[in-house]
């Protein structure tokens, strides 16, 4: 069973920074893909940003371009986003996926809400 745990969300103004972070655990983490994705209230699913197994290769919405930047450290098995120039839209459950995109495994997600 996958086991994927997220950490780092909170309360933040506009225009401020944080930094998520997503333990993985139970499966081989450098063989995979890893994604956020993110869920706003009333809102469906979306895709944020992915990275491939190596860390070598990101791709990301248009709307996190140049604010967001994921990264991975498959020494401790662990995903990051962090998330700079926070504006009152990104706030959603932000959620670490297995694979590219929205159809794989998640985590229980942590909130991120940027409100002044």
């Known amino acids: 069973e996958v086991q994927l745990v997220e950490s780092g969300g909170g309360l933040v103004q506009p225009g401020g920074s944080l930094r998520l972070s997503c333990a993985a655990s139970?499966?081989?983490?450098?063989?995979?893909?890893m994604s956020w994705v993110r869920q706003a209230p009333g809102k469906g699913l979306e895709w944020v940003s992915s990275?491939?197994?190596?860390?070598?290769?990101?791709r990301y919405s248009e709307s996190v371009k140049g604010r967001f930047t994921i990264s991975r450290d498959n020494a401790k098995n662990t995903l990051y986003l962090q998330l700079n120039s926070l504006k009152t839209e990104d706030t959603a459950m932000y959620y670490c996926?297995?694979?590219w995109g929205l159809g794989g495994p998640r985590g229980q997600g942590t909130q991120v809400t940027v409100s002044s």
């Open positions: 996926a297995r694979g």
């Open positions: 990275v491939d197994g190596g860390g070598g290769v990101t």
């Open positions: 139970v499966f081989t983490f450098s063989s995979y893909g």
